[in-house]
């Protein structure tokens, strides 16, 4: 199914789809099944998921109220999945064929097993430095057996030392910019080290919100220096038709497929497009069609990684984290641009 169709079982309360994926809420933290007789978010706060699990691993809660995770799907390959991510969390070996499950991964997740069980362990890692604000207990309790390796990887993972994450951002400088658009407000957020944050969305409040959601405790100011005023300008020319080229420095938390997917975005020219299986055979991964769409999802910088230039493989928009409709338009304003 595409994003399109998802959202469209969702706003329908589609029974026939419990089970087929959940789709979880990026100001709530909480995912749902589709047929979830919550009040329905705004589609840009929504994310799509295969299985519950894979919501669990980004940090989303399951739903009270409709208990996503209790419902089954017809697809063997889901339930073999789930089953093995089940048994992940438990510290067990999955059980079966591994061949066969590493297939089934591919295919429902568009990562191995082992990638899976990385990457939940990272999440892990996150979530108890935030509960816990000590890096040593968190890092034993989320299955490292040692220092080296969590700090090795940690600014790719978190942005950050796992210290100054423990303590909710404390102690990192971000400043931030919203400015009108055509497309609605922008927002361009910076630390030191360079952009971390550019988000399209109808309320500046909003998006003000989103922003100091994810680091409670970190300086979030508006700037009012004028230190983002060069790079806030580059965006505005680039929406003007006049900056094909984003070359910003960037400060962003990705984990090395989500990195690697992001490398390849900035890759596609100006005015062109490429398709999700195109991008996951440009890296290497030609089966991660799936993982490359939810890279795109979690792109934090908003056109200067390009993610709306990544459409499905019959030329259909599919989805996009600030809108189908401002996703249209910026390709239409890019090929005018080039004509």
Known sequence: MSPTERWQAVLARDRRFDGAFVYAVRSTGIYCRPSCASRRPRRTQVTFFPIPEAAEREGFRACRRCHPADANGRDPAVTLVREACR??????????????????????????????????????????????????????????????????????????????????????????????????????????????????????????????????????????????????????????????????????????????????????????????????????KPTATRAVAQACATNPVALVIPCHRVVRENGDLGGYRWGVDRKEALLKREQDAES
């Open 87 to 284: 048994a992940i969390a438990e510290g067990a070996r999955p059980r079966g064929d591994s061949r066969r499950l590493a297939r089934a991964f591919k295919r429902v997740l568009g990562i191995t097993p082992r990638a899976y069980a990385e990457a939940r362990r990272v999440s892990r890692f996150k979530q108890e430095l935030k509960r816990r604000k000590h890096v040593s207990p968190a890092l034993y309790e989320a299955g490292y057996s040692s220092t080296s390796r969590v700090y090795e990887h940690a600014h790719e993972q978190l942005g950050m030392t796992p210290a100054t994450y423990a303590r909710g951002g404390s102690g990192v400088g971000i400043a931030y910019v919203t400015v009108p658009t055509a497309l609605g407000n922008l927002l361009v957020a910076a630390t030191e080290r360079g952009v971390c944050r550019v988000a399209l969305g109808e309320s500046a409040a909003a998006l003000e919100a989103e922003l100091i959601a994810e680091f409670p405790a970190a300086r979030v100011v508006a700037d009012k220096s004028g230190k983002l005023h060069g790079w806030v300008a580059a965006i505005l020319a680039y929406l003007a038709g006049s900056e094909p080229d984003l070359d910003l420095p960037l400060d962003i938390r990705a984990t090395a497929f989500q990195r690697r997917v992001w490398q390849e975005l900035q890759k596609i020219p100006f005015g062109q497009t490429r398709s999700y299986g195109e991008v996951a055979r440009r890296i290497g």
